[in-house]
């Protein structure tokens, strides 16, 4: 999340603060980060810093060898990205800039995601293309549900695309 300035007008009292519904394109869809002379058939990828070019982001999942063989392509493209999380579920959204096809990644957790921290929100674009794997951000808030230790951490997951634009009516009544 980023923060804006107060602006203050010296012939008023009151503070101007920039209406946060206005749309500065961070959340547009934008290319991924692509490596293609990258090897990486690793699971995770992770960091100690707060990079940047990473939108911040310390920790990254490569997505399923299913998903890898049918639908890598899709992440080449600019897209939006949308994640939802709560119960035991993380919900992906991502978008292609037409917004005529979605791709939605379900995992599924072994165990609960804490209350308290259920969620969701747009997120900029910082997925990462490597000749074998692509990685897609996990935000800090979940991170320890995926942290590996001593022993393997294991998930169920789904995916699929949809088509369609918003709003588009795709069945009959």
Do not use: C
Not at 4 to 10: C, F, G, L, Q, T
Not at 67 to 73: I, P, T, Y
Not at 150 to 173: Q, T
């Amino acid at each position: 999340m980023h923060s804006s300035p107060i602006w203050r007008d010296a012939s008023s009292p009151v503070d101007f603060q920039p209406d946060p519904d206005v749309d500065d394109g961070e959340y547009d869809a934008a290319p991924p980060i692509i490596r293609d002379t990258v090897k990486s058939q690793m699971k995770i990828l992770t960091t100690n810093e707060h990079y940047p070019l990473l939108n911040s982001f310390t920790m990254f999942l490569g997505l399923s060898d299913k998903l890898m063989s049918s639908e890598a392509e899709f992440f080449r493209r600019p897209h939006t990205t949308r994640i939802i999380w709560g119960g035991q579920r993380v919900v992906y959204i991502f978008t292609e800039e037409t917004e005529t096809l979605s791709l939605y990644y379900d995992i599924e957790l072994k165990g609960q995601i804490q209350k308290s921290k259920t969620g969701g929100s747009m997120f900029p674009t910082t997925t990462i293309v490597t000749d074998g794997r692509v990685f897609i951000p996990i935000p800090d808030v979940l991170t320890e549900n995926f942290q590996v230790g001593h022993s393997p951490k294991e998930f169920f997951v789904r995916f699929d695309i949809l088509s369609g634009r918003p709003g588009e009516k795709v069945y009959d009544d």
